[in-house]
């Protein structure tokens, strides 16, 4: 069965930076995009980052343009996302999300901005 485990959160300071892993299974990941996701307390999930299948072609919320950036290892069967220059507004629970037959979520991982 497909799984999705995100790792890497944590708490950091504001200006700091941290890179997210999601290591996927169960499907073949060479064959689909990938997509990061967040959710903030109190707001709906939002996306963050997708890649395609090659990694040549990524996407942002306009947030997150030039601070934060999105690869895949299709080797390892993972997706990145690097977060530089992290504000207290990206505080959230940061999912992994890939849509084969149906769409599919990790646990999330949990980063809070804060001094």
């Known amino acids: 069965q497909v799984q999705l485990v995100e790792s890497g959160g944590g708490l950091v300071q504001p200006g700091g930076s941290l890179r997210l892993s999601c290591a996927a299974s169960g499907f073949t990941f060479n064959r689909y995009a990938m997509t990061w996701y967040r959710q903030a307390p109190g707001k709906e999930r939002e996306l963050v980052a997708t890649?395609?299948?090659?990694?040549?072609?990524?996407n942002y919320a306009d947030s997150v343009k030039g601070r934060f950036f999105i690869s895949r290892d299709n080797e390892k069967n993972i997706v990145y996302l690097q977060m530089n220059s992290l504000k207290p507004e990206d505080t959230a629970v940061y999912y992994c999300?890939?849509?084969?037959?149906?769409?599919?979520w990790g646990q999330g991982t949990q980063v809070t901005v804060s001094s």
């Open positions: 999300n890939v849509r084969t037959f149906s769409s599919y």
């Open positions: 890649i395609s299948i090659t990694g040549a072609i990524t």
